[in-house]
């Protein structure tokens, strides 16, 4: 078995991952939604006292795991300083306590993996991931052969729904309660303009339309939120899907993805849906409770590595807080 740890934002999470049948054997997660939510936003330095917090908390369910371990895989990439460094610290501990390998998990590559949950993977796909950090999209051939073709060149798309949010006063995180307001109200009330829509570029920006909306939030009663809300997830949407059938006119596409915590936002879920008819290509997504950062993709991941015996070393085995993919 596999223990994988998860810190990489405002999750503490920690899971058990059968290496032979790839069965999740324990999965616990514990939320700072709450904690955050009256800052508006996640506080670097508070969640990562959190984590310290809760991660001891987690492992101690797992006491009877531990001599089935094999290997303790961690998410070292991409996250939060302060945070990140909780889960390795722990990771590390864990390795020379056990005498086991360590794996440091990308954790971007940890939502691709999210697909494939207590499944068999199946490459090769075409992926959009949207969160609160990242905006991208990639060409995913195998574990090893992952190339980004297109991202965000400023807010991601998670994000410009926490932002819309916050200015609402809605609360944290953003994207269900946007969501949320949005139902059953007038999508094209607020005629934002779509991002880069004259541009060529394949990549994608929300900061334009985050400052749009915030002069309609300034100039509107509370009454209007609904209609801001809807006509703000219509045109951020919108925004995805005219680049994607761009690129689709020269990379038809086959099987598709939408991975990460913002594609559980069921409007953009139906869109691409829409989108991909015309191609007949078969859209794979991840289930609801595993959208989110979660420690289950983590120990998927770290399974198909240990298989190719893809291990660190306490030292070399570092924090990095930004992407490389």
């Not at 440091?104 to 796909?125: C, D, Q, R, T, W």
């Not at 004259?198 to 509107?220: C, I, P, T, W």
């Not at 598709?256 to 409007?267: R, T």
Request: hydrophobic share 45%; proline share 4%.
């Amino acid at each position: 078995m596999i223990l994988s740890i998860e810190s990489s934002c405002d999750d503490s999470a920690i899971a058990i991952t059968e290496i032979a049948t790839k069965k999740l054997l324990f999965h616990k997660k514990i939320s700072q939604e709450l904690e955050h939510s009256v800052y508006g936003g996640v506080v670097p330095e508070l969640a990562a006292r959190l984590h310290a917090e809760a991660l001891p908390r987690i492992l101690e369910e797992c006491a009877p795991y531990f001599q089935d371990l094999k290997a303790v895989a961690v998410t070292s990439s991409p996250g939060l300083a302060v945070t990140l460094i909780e889960g390795v610290t722990m990771a590390k501990a864990i390795a020379v306590a056990l005498k086991i390998p360590l794996i440091g998990v990308n954790h971007l590559i940890g939502h691709i993996y999210s697909l494939f949950i207590e499944k068999e993977v199946a490459f090769p796909l075409t992926v959009l991931l949207v969160s609160g950090g990242h905006t991208q999209v990639m060409e995913v051939k195998n574990l090893h052969d992952i190339k980004t073709v297109a991202k965000s060149m400023d807010d991601s798309f998670g994000e410009s729904f926490d932002k819309v949010a916050k200015m609402m006063d809605l609360g944290y995180p953003g994207g269900p309660l946007i969501q949320e307001l949005a139902k059953g109200a007038q999508r094209k009330r607020y005629n934002f303009t779509i991002p880069l829509l004259h541009s060529s570029k394949f990549a994608f920006s929300y900061s334009g339309l985050k400052n749009a909306v915030r002069l309609a939030v300034a100039e509107s009663d509370t009454e209007d939120y609904k209609d801001i809300a809807a006509s703000f997830e219509h045109i951020a949407t919108t925004h995805l899907t005219q680049k994607l059938k761009k690129y689709f006119k020269e990379v038809p596409p086959q099987t598709f993805a939408i991975v990460g915590g913002a594609s559980a936002n069921l409007y953009l879920r139906e869109q691409i849906e829409e989108l991909l008819k015309p191609y007949k290509a078969k859209l794979l997504l991840s289930e609801l409770h595993y959208c989110s950062d979660n420690a289950a993709m983590i120990g998927r991941v770290a399974v198909a590595m240990y298989e190719e015996r893809m291990f660190s070393t306490l030292e070399s085995l570092k924090i990095t807080p930004r992407s490389n993919i």
